[in-house]
């Protein structure tokens, strides 16, 4: 692979960009670390593409470990998977595409990201919190361009199989170490005590991830891809497909993530009505709910939360509270907001919290602006997906659909969370989509004979 001749300007572009995030981020931590960021891509971007000559093995393998640095902080708050994806992917992907003109930014829903993305640089540019504004917006630049190469990237049969298997693979590991953390007592991997009664409390995996809720809605993306191949079974075989999905619901179960399970939930309903099999809908449904309630008492509890007599304790209260002093704030800066990932401190309600909901994080974080862009995204996403899926009969497509069907269970949780906000589960939600949006997907069930 040659360095070609837009080599300078990417590599120019990447090492300018992270000296000046290593600048601030000096000056807002006193070390000196940072520093280094420069340094550090640079020997990446020269090492990295010589060690792995095949980006989409790269990406492969940051699918099956990336959920797991999250735990690891290398620098106050920047942990370890912000600082490999940022190195990786920018210096890797940025260099390939740069030198090899490929991302060439020409599907809708890549002109409407980048809409979405010179808004919230200019509500970053009045942010209240530039340091915390420039972390996210740089996630969101990052999933811009891993979505953008991997839609015109050349990829081969045993590309589409790596990626999509990589995902679900992915979640094996944080299982079994959530599951270890439960067994060995270590509070660390167990998240927190959870009531689920006036007297009973139930511990709450979280694994590597930084809270059990975010876990769960991870679980709730990846479980969603696996239960769609298990169902088509003529990608990847079943018997390991089947004990993959039951260890990601148990475990999912355990997070005790309500908007997790919601997700989960929506999720698994789109993909039986993609897939054409409402039946199960109508009959299974209510009597998988059923079961739950009688097996499982603190599946019923986790719910009861929300509805305590206690204003305090009630999950539902805390939420309604939290928005209205939210919105309270937003007439101050109505039109690109405080700032991408400002929420926590410029809202600070009792000491500062996540917006528990999308919509309104959206709206307060980067104004009118920010949200007809965002929307006009999320538009534009499932507009594709619906064409693309009525171009093929129900249950012919298993990647689209689980896709979609993603799409639709974060939508569904977006009313208590701020989904699509989470970096954690981002990137396989990118990967996912971008594959499955391509012409050329081995998923794609071909036509014979013009039919």
């Not at 080599?7 to 280094?36: D, K, M, R």
């Not at 340091?131 to 996630?139: D, E, M, T």
């Not at 594959?435 to 014979?448: G, H, Q, T, Y």
């Amino acid at each position: 692979m040659t360095l070609g001749r837009h080599w300078p300007l990417g590599i120019t572009v990447a090492v300018l960009a992270s000296g000046v995030v290593g600048v601030l981020l000096t000056l807002q931590t006193g070390s000196v670390v940072p520093l280094l960021l420069p340094v550090g891509l640079v020997g990446v971007a020269v090492i990295g593409p010589r060690l792995f000559s095949d980006p989409v093995s790269v990406i492969s393998l940051l699918l099956v470990f990336i959920v797991n640095c999250d735990y690891f902080h290398v620098v106050g708050k920047i942990s370890l998977d912000v600082l490999i994806s940022s190195l990786l992917l920018w210096a890797i992907l940025i260099r390939n595409s740069l030198d090899t003109r490929k991302i060439l930014f020409q599907s809708t829903a890549e002109k409407l990201f980048i809409a979405y993305l010179v808004v919230t640089f200019i509500s970053l540019l009045l942010s209240v919190s530039p340091l915390a504004s420039i972390k996210r917006w740089g996630r969101d630049f990052e999933f811009l361009i891993l979505f953008s190469f991997l839609l015109s990237v050349p990829l081969t049969t045993t590309h589409f199989r790596r990626l999509t298997m990589a995902t679900m693979l992915s979640a094996i590991l944080p299982c079994i170490i959530g599951l270890l953390g439960l067994w060995l007592g270590i509070e660390s991997l167990l998240g927190r005590n959870t009531p689920i009664s006036d007297t009973v409390s139930v511990p709450r995996i979280s694994s590597t991830l930084p809270h059990a809720v975010i876990f769960a809605l991870y679980l709730g993306v990846t479980s969603v891809i696996t239960l769609s191949f298990l169902i088509d079974g003529r990608f990847f075989k079943r018997r390991w497909l089947l004990p993959l999905f039951i260890l990601q619901v148990v475990v999912l179960y355990m997070t005790y993530g309500r908007t997790g399970w919601g997700g989960f939930v929506f999720g698994v309903a789109a993909l039986l009505w993609l897939r054409g099999r409402r039946w199960v809908l109508l009959i299974g449904a209510p009597l998988a709910l059923i079961a739950f309630s009688i097996m499982l008492p603190s599946f019923i509890g986790r719910w009861a939360v929300a509805l305590e007599d206690d204003a305090d304790a009630n999950s539902l209260i805390f939420r309604i509270q939290l928005w209205q002093s939210a919105l309270e704030l937003f007439p101050n800066r109505p039109i690109f907001g405080s700032g991408p990932g400002t929420f926590v401190q410029y809202v600070a309600f009792r000491g500062g919290y996540a917006p528990h909901q999308t919509w309104i994080g959206v709206l307060v974080e980067t104004g009118i602006a920010g949200m007809i862009t965002f929307v006009a995204l999320l538009a534009g996403l499932f507009r594709t997906m619906w064409r693309r899926y009525k171009l093929s009969p129900p249950g012919s497509d298993p990647l689209l659909e689980g896709v979609f069907a993603v799409w639709i269970g974060l939508l569904g949780a977006s009313l208590t969370q701020h989904t699509f906000a989470l970096p954690s589960y981002g990137v396989y939600v990118w990967v996912l989509t971008a594959i499955a949006l391509r012409d050329d997907s081995i998923f794609k069930p071909r036509l014979i004979n013009g039919k």
